[in-house]
């Protein structure tokens, strides 16, 4: 007796959910449009949070800044839980075999002693700067509108915390709790730092959590240029390495948050309905951020001045100026000269 192995191919009777039918027409959806798209909840909440009852449980009005359909912004990477898995555990082995690398070599402790006083006095506190960027991150995500918006934020909230971790890691690396202990106590009570803790501070308590973000970006387009792009190119120069081979990876991470946050803010700018009241709100929201979120910064830099004079405070007013130029070529304006 012979047996003939044949493959039957059974043709699905649809290829995805109605509702990426009704947006995209009859194409087999990608994993990312199947686990985001319209997935928001918009029905059936029954009761209003007893600590706003003017919101419903999901609210387009948590914030000012809106999109006539919530999902005509979709994540360029777009990541879902898998992919972004697989995306950042590839980054971390990257960092863990850079970190390695570094400590087999003794990189650190071969350092001139400035740079080390700068890693710790400029960089470290940056891990409790993540921290609250990660807080702002979760409340962006709790009261966004739009699965894609929520998602982002989501898994920007553990960029955050894993910045913070391997920024941790450096520390420990350096010298042990004892600089992770020193750098908190900077973060605290370093009159240099005090500017930015406040900034962070701050964007805990403000109401609106797209201004929240929106702020927080604001800040990160001065700080990761700064630490890990200008003082990359000065420990190179002066001999610290170890820090350069560290800041690569924070600066790819942040070309990688980019992407979606330039897209978000176009989105909102470029909105057939809300776009022009949504540029007014980040106009808005710049002119009183912006120069909050410079002066900060400009005390980061002079507690890095303190350690290496690297011109770390004149650079901070450079990437000011090239912020500003950015923000205005997306239609936010960041003067009242701009907006007249």
């Not at 948050?257 to 978000?264: P, T």
């Amino acid at each position: 007796m012979q047996y003939e192995l044949r493959t039957q191919v059974i043709e699905p009777l649809r290829a995805t959910f109605d509702s990426l039918v009704e947006r995209y027409g009859g194409r087999p959806a990608s994993r990312y449009e199947e686990g985001t798209i319209d997935v928001q909840p918009r029905e059936n909440f029954h009761y209003r949070p007893l600590w706003d009852p003017a919101h419903e449980l999901y609210d387009e009005d948590f914030s000012a800044l809106k999109l006539a359909d919530p999902y005509s912004f979709t994540d360029p990477r777009q990541f879902y839980y898998a992919s972004y898995v697989t995306a950042r555990a590839q980054m971390f082995d990257a960092f863990g075999r850079t970190l390695d690398y570094i400590e087999e070599r003794d990189l650190f402790q071969r350092m001139p002693a400035a740079w080390r006083t700068l890693t710790t006095a400029a960089v470290l506190p940056m891990r409790h700067y993540e921290g609250g960027a990660q807080l702002v991150s979760v409340a962006g995500a709790r009261f966004a509108y739009g699965a894609t918006i929520e998602q982002c934020l989501s898994l920007a909230a553990f960029d955050r915390i894993g910045n913070a971790q391997l920024l941790s890691r450096v520390g420990l690396a350096l010298g042990g709790p004892e600089s992770l202990g020193e750098a908190k106590r900077a973060w605290l009570e370093a009159e240099d730092l005090q500017p930015l803790r406040r900034y962070a501070e701050e964007l805990l308590v403000e109401q609106d959590w797209a201004v929240a973000a929106f702020a927080l970006d604001l800040a990160d387009r001065l700080i990761y240029p700064l630490l890990y792009r200008h003082l990359d190119e000065q420990a190179l120069a002066g001999g610290a390495g170890a820090v350069s081979l560290v800041a690569q990876h924070l600066a790819g991470w942040f070309a990688d948050q980019r992407r979606w946050v330039d897209a978000l803010l176009a989105a909102w700018v470029a909105d057939p309905e809300h776009g022009e009241a949504n540029a007014a709100v980040l106009s808005d929201a710049a002119r009183t951020w912006l120069p909050r979120a410079c002066d900060a910064v400009r005390g980061l830099g002079r507690a890095a001045d303190a350690a290496v004079d690297t011109g770390a405070e004149r650079a901070v007013d450079e990437f000011a100026a090239r912020l500003r130029e950015q923000l205005a070529a997306a239609g936010i304006r960041t003067t009242e000269e701009d907006s007249a």
